[in-house]
């Protein structure tokens, strides 16, 4: 059974960081390239980042610059370091696991955490 769980989520200023955290069981983790993703109420849920297994990293342009994905193998996690934070990147924030397909959508993802939700705000 595959579980996805986030950690590190919260409230914070803006121009504040927050690391997020995915740990994943049930998978083969170095084999899947991890992406996050986040949604607020009313919208699509929108691609963030991901790492593919050999640790090519991908953005959105909204966030380029300002997060870092990484990954570490030995203990099947996946992070989010998120600097600069701005009111816009509040939503609920959610790991998951690609199954095949782009990095950039959804329905490329095939296993997904339950999500944590970060809000930015003075």
């Known amino acids: 059974q595959v579980q996805l769980l986030e950690s590190g989520g919260g409230l914070v200023q803006p121009g504040g960081s927050l690391r997020l955290s995915c740990a994943a069981s049930g998978l083969t983790f170095s084999n899947y390239a991890m992406g996050w993703f986040r949604q607020v109420p009313g919208k699509e849920r929108e691609f963030v980042s991901a790492?593919?297994?050999?640790?090519?990293?991908y953005y959105a342009d909204s966030v380029k610059g300002r997060f870092t994905i990484s990954r570490d193998n030995a203990k099947n996690t996946v992070y989010l370091q998120m600097n600069s934070l701005k009111p816009e990147d509040t939503a609920v924030y959610y790991c998951a696991a690609k199954s095949v397909g782009t990095v950039y959508s959804t329905n490329s993802y095939g296993y997904w955490g339950q999500g944590t939700q970060v809000t930015v705000t003075s």
């Open positions: 790492i593919s297994w050999s640790g090519s990293t």
